[in-house]
């Protein structure tokens, strides 16, 4: 790898021996040969070859000596000097060294490279002549570099097995479980989601922070100590986002379904789902929009601002801080109390919930959920759809004033769905469980006269009856009925 990154000038033999003292120099004091030491050891190869020190051709005799018998194929050679140096680092690590883009792009960020992908997509336009030599040694091909005499060696290799000894002798009583190993970040390429299936997996990194490699080092490092089921040990994790909010510093991390949000300092894993499309929230009203997402509008219809994929600050306005956001596209997005927004729909009475796709909230909508939201209990689990179906829409009885009765069907992002009706009156009334299909419920509601009554409504086509209560009346779809407040009612829909 050294010796195809130096530059393509000079004898083979001078440059195949400097590209090897570069390898001796940087293997000193690398004894990790974990795949993160193997990487640190790789940055230091590809930094010194890629600005080689003119100190390097002084004293070559010794590596000069231990040259191989059979050298690399001239016209490869001469093909990569004609390179920018960061493209033909590019070309080594993707087709000699064989290693995924990702990496290639993390790597030369390492090396300082500010447009990595710009490099990577040169090394990959590139056409070489196919080497007729060898372009990889083998260990035993290689005959050892005898620089200087083996007794100094030998002794400091006596003196550290003694010392080594005695320390495990004194510190075996108080032995510590090593750390878990971090998960190592890794990142899509900008244009990833316009060449493939448009997935969760196909998000770039974004924010000013994302090629800032030891912050994100840390959030993954913070993300391998968090305690049970939360941590993420080893493997990798999917950067999305590195960047200050507000002045502090964020990192988003992602596996499978979890996401870490890491500030320093502090570290929260929430199960977030893998939809392809929800905004993810950063906090401060701020969302993270999926890369192929329209421009988001406000609920007025003005553009909202976005800034490397972020929004400007979008709050409910709501008491409660829940409800409606933005639109995206024919979608309105709202926050239900997620990590990751919602989108929001609402059927009013008379309109038939099945075969539907997404549409924009209108203002009857946005008033239905901004009563709603607020209502909605915080799900336990991602929501990734929410529609409230309105079934009946008039005037409760002796002055109750007008009313909506809704059910809403949450439709979580692992799967599965749960639905329940709500009394929109004077204040919202869970009234239990509803088939958002065939919708009927019914509640204990007391008027504004002191007297309580039962009241039901079902949807289109259909005509509430109760069981156990005195006498009902059904007028405009409602039923209106008298008994013992907070008795057992059975309530069926024909």
């Not at 070309?91 to 500010?114: F, M, T």
């Not at 729909?345 to 099945?354: A, D, E, L, T, V």
Request: charged share 25%.
């Amino acid at each position: 790898m050294a010796y195809f990154v130096l530059p393509g000038r000079g004898k083979r033999v001078y440059r195949l021996a400097i590209a090897r003292r570069i390898v001796d120099g940087a293997a000193r004091g690398a004894r990790d040969r974990s795949a993160a030491g193997r990487a640190r050891w790789r940055t230091r190869v590809l930094r010194r070859a890629l600005r080689p020190s003119r100190r390097l051709q002084i004293g070559l005799g010794p590596w000069l000596r231990a040259l191989p018998g059979r050298l690399p194929d001239p016209a490869l050679t001469a093909a990569l000097s004609r390179l920018a140096p960061h493209v033909r680092a590019a070309y080594v690590l993707r087709h000699i060294e064989g290693l995924p883009r990702y990496q290639i792009r993390d790597q030369l960020i390492e090396l300082g490279v500010r447009d990595p992908w710009s490099a990577i997509r040169a090394a990959e336009a590139v056409r070489v002549p196919v080497p007729r030599g060898a372009d990889r040694f083998e260990p035993q091909a290689l005959r050892p570099v005898r620089t200087r005499s083996v007794l100094p060696l030998a002794t400091a290799a006596v003196l550290t097995a003694g010392l080594v000894g005695a320390l495990v002798a004194t510190e075996r009583g108080d032995a510590r479980e090593a750390p878990p190993p971090a998960p190592r970040p890794v990142s899509a390429a900008p244009d990833a989601w316009t060449r493939g299936a448009r997935t969760l997996d196909a998000w770039p990194a974004r924010g000013e922070l994302a090629g800032d490699r030891a912050f994100v080092r840390r959030a993954a490092a913070a993300w391998a100590g968090a305690p049970g089921g939360r941590r993420a040990a080893g493997g990798t994790a999917q950067l999305l986002y590195a960047g200050r909010l507000d002045g502090t510093p964020l990192a988003l991390l992602r596996r499978g379904g979890l996401l870490a949000r890491y500030t320093p300092g502090r570290l929260d894993v929430v199960p977030a789902g893998t939809g392809p499309s929800a905004p993810i929230a950063l906090g401060g009203g701020r969302y993270l929009l999926a890369p192929w997402d329209a421009r988001p509008e406000t609920l007025s219809g003005d553009r909202l601002a976005v800034s490397g994929g972020v929004t400007a600050p979008a709050r409910a306005d709501t008491g409660c801080g829940r409800g409606p956001l933005f639109h995206l596209g024919s979608r309105t997005v709202g926050d239900l109390g997620g990590p990751r927004a919602a989108v929001l729909g609402y059927r009013p009475p008379g309109r038939r919930p099945r075969d539907e796709r997404p549409e924009r909230l209108g203002g009857r909508g946005r008033e239905i959920w901004n009563r709603l939201a607020c209502a909605t209990p915080r799900p336990a689990s991602p929501v990734s759809e929410a529609t409230a179906f309105g079934f009946w829409s008039g005037r409760l009885p002796h002055g109750g004033g007008h009313a909506d009765w809704v059910c809403t069907r949450l439709t979580y992002a692992a799967g599965g769905s749960t639905a329940r009706a709500t009394l929109l009156g004077a204040e919202a009334r869970p009234t239990g469980a509803c088939d958002a299909g065939r919708p009927v419920s019914g509640t204990w509601w007391r008027a504004p006269s002191d007297r309580w009554y039962y009241v039901a409504a079902a949807g289109r086509g259909l005509v509430p009856h109760a069981d156990g209560v005195r006498r009902s009346t059904t007028h405009k779809g409602l039923l209106v009925a008298t008994g013992t407040p907070k008795t057992p009612v059975s309530l069926t829909a024909r």
